[in-house]
Structures are given as C-alpha cells and as structure tokens.
C-alpha cells in the first residue's frame, strides 16, 4: 500500500513569493499533521488535523502560513510571501484514528523548501 | 514552557554498550502518549516505541525499552547491544489526549553516534 506522499521533494523560490506543498495521506487516515524542521533540528508543530474537527493552528509562525484539508484527504500548506527562514523541511504525517492511541504516525519524505 | 525535553544534543556509545537517550515531558493531562522515533540520515521517520500514561508496564520492542517514570515525568529511551546502524536522531514525542486535542508534539532531539 502507498505511504505518506508529498510533492514537491524539492522547491526552490525567491523570497516574496508563494508556494504550496502537497500532502497526500494514507487513504483512510482521519489524522493529519504538518510539522517543519530546520537542518539538524527538531519537528516544530504547524498544523493537525482530525476528521471533521477544526484544525489545530497552534503551531503557525505567523499569518503567512496556512492549510486546508479537502474531502478529509489531501493537504496544501501554503506559504505567502515567503522568507528565507522559511526555509526547511517541510513534513508531513498522517495516523489512522487520531484520539489517544498507539498508533504511530506514518510520514512522508518532506519537501525541502529552499527560499533564495 | 517546553512540553518535551530532550537535553542531550549529542550522544556517543560504544558499539554493543547500552545507551540511555533522556526525555521529560510536561503535561497536565491525564491521558497521553509517549513516543520515540528514530531519524537516520536519509531524514526518514521510523517509528520505535509507544507507552501510554495508564500502562503499568514499562513498554519493549527489541533492543528498545522505554523506562516511564510517570511521577518524575520522564520516558528515557533504552537502547541495548548499541549497533552502528543505531547512529542517527533520535526524537520523542508526546501527544496529550484531554487538552492537547490529541495532537504529537516532538523534543528537540538527541544525536547518537556508536562508535566501533
């Protein structure tokens, strides 16, 4: 079965622009989580979402960020007028049921934002 | 404040030594999760133990054991007979079940280098 996909792997932009980063989950997977990690970091929390819920933002850096999640599948993060420390690792991570339990959160490869 | 702390940046362990990755967590919640996961440097994410708060035993998997001591609010990750392919980061990760929403919140991490 396929795994946590992301596209692009990689994506190199000027600063002020936009990107958008693709995650598609495993189907079935009512979790779904972004995370970003700068080189040789930690996973900073940006986004979760569960099911029909409305989304966790906690983890935004600012109002540049944000994320939808169409049909409780696929996610875009967007990225406005990106900022070279915005450059990162940009993961995504989906677990089957969400709540409290021992399922591991499966992730994706990344994309590797690089912001000129 | 950190919800997750890992204060050890770099490990290093001889080859076929046990080793003890540090983690402590902060949570008011009753009713959370405990995680580890392994980052070699390929950037995959790989899944290596999980202990719920209300398990009474300390969990197993392999050469991998979670020393929970839920008073102390720590999960220290155990690694036995240290293997060089055990060298990479190594995260822990925390997701709460009543005010964190259940979304997974990771530690900065621990890199751990085994020596031959």
């Known amino acids: 079965g396929a795994g946590v996909s992301q596209s692009p792997s990689n994506k190199v932009t000027e600063k002020g622009k936009d990107v958008e980063l693709r995650c598609d989950p495993i189907?079935?997977?009512?979790?779904l989580y972004w995370y970003r990690q700068s080189l040789g970091q930690g996973l900073e929390f940006l986004i979760y979402?569960?099911?029909?819920?409305?989304?966790?933002k906690s983890g935004l850096p600012s109002d540049r960020f944000s994320a939808e999640r169409t049909g409780g599948s696929v996610s875009t993060l967007t990225i406005q007028r990106t900022q070279q420390e915005d450059s990162a690792v940009y993961l995504c991570a989906s677990n089957p049921l969400g709540g409290l339990r021992a399922d591991t959160q499966y992730f994706g490869p990344g994309t590797r934002l690089t912001v000129l | 404040a950190q919800k997750i702390t890992q204060t050890q940046p770099g490990m290093f362990v001889q080859e076929k030594e046990a080793v003890t990755l540090d983690c402590t967590y902060d949570t008011s919640d009753q009713s959370y999760g405990l995680f580890w996961y392994k980052q070699p440097s390929s950037g995959e994410m790989i899944f290596l133990i999980y202990?719920?708060?209300?398990?009474?035993q300390n969990a197993t998997e392999g050469r991998y054991s979670l020393n929970f001591q839920k008073a102390r609010k720590s999960a220290n990750l155990v690694i036995s007979a240290s293997q060089l392919g055990d060298s990479a980061m190594y995260f822990c990760?925390?997701?709460?079940?009543?005010?964190?929403?259940?979304?997974?919140?990771f530690g900065a991490g621990t890199r751990l280098f085994v020596k031959a």
């Open positions: 202990q719920g708060s209300y398990d009474e």
């Open positions: 990760a925390m997701r709460e079940g009543d005010t964190g929403g259940f979304k997974t919140i």
């Open positions: 189907s079935g997977h009512t979790a």
């Open positions: 979402f569960q099911g029909n819920s409305a989304p966790d």
